[in-house]
């Protein structure tokens, strides 16, 4: 029998370690005025992302600005069991959840995918999902408004994506 060996690669820590600006666009958080800082400690915020280094970055991010409610998931896979359940335990799950950040790419289930089911869930489905990805071009673009996401941000665009919570939960 042969043996098979699957490697990982954490592509944004790679692109970080080796281009240190990714790193100040992923740290520059926009300040706010104190009224909105405790407006933002009242929202939660579900994220599905595959990078360790990213998603720690990014609660750290969040949790900086205000946004101190979060739930963290590895995975498209994650994040839909989470929300089923959710959605199973509460009749309004938009009195508990907010918004949603998904990156594209991740095992289990992909971000394209995490949407589709969110939209297609009675529940669910006015719930804001944001795209945060590094694989945003024209036609991933297309893709994710088609399947219904609220807005897409190319990683590392820390600064640009807070404002579009910001705009979408305020």
């Known amino acids: 029998m042969a043996t098979k060996m699957v490697v990982l690669l954490d592509f944004e820590k790679i692109v970080a370690d080796i281009n240190p600006e990714m790193n100040r666009k992923l740290t520059t958080i926009p300040t706010a005025n104190v009224d909105i ?4 400690k009242t929202k939660t915020i579900l994220i599905a992302e595959d990078s360790k280094m990213l998603r720690d970055l990014l609660i750290s991010t969040l949790h900086v600005a205000g946004y101190i409610n979060t739930i963290s998931t590895e995975n498209g896979k994650m994040a839909w069991d989470t929300l089923e359940q959710m959605a199973a335990n509460t009749p309004t799950i938009q009195e508990n959840l ?3 950040i998904t990156d594209i790419e991740m095992p289990q289930m ?3 995918h995490l949407i589709k089911r969110i939209k ?3 529940q669910l489905k006015a719930l804001p999902v944001i795209i945060f990805s590094s694989l945003i071009n024209e036609e991933m673009r297309r893709k994710g ?3 219904g996401a609220a807005a897409q941000v190319t990683k590392p665009e820390i600064t ?3 404002d579009l919570i910001d705009k979408k939960i305020l």
Do not use: N, P, S, V
């Open 160 to 162: 640009q994506l807070i």
């Open 110 to 112: 992909d971000g394209h």
């Open 145 to 147: 408004e088609a399947l």
């Open 37 to 40: 800082m405790e407006i933002r």
């Open 120 to 122: 297609d869930h009675e």
């Open 98 to 100: 907010h918004l949603i």
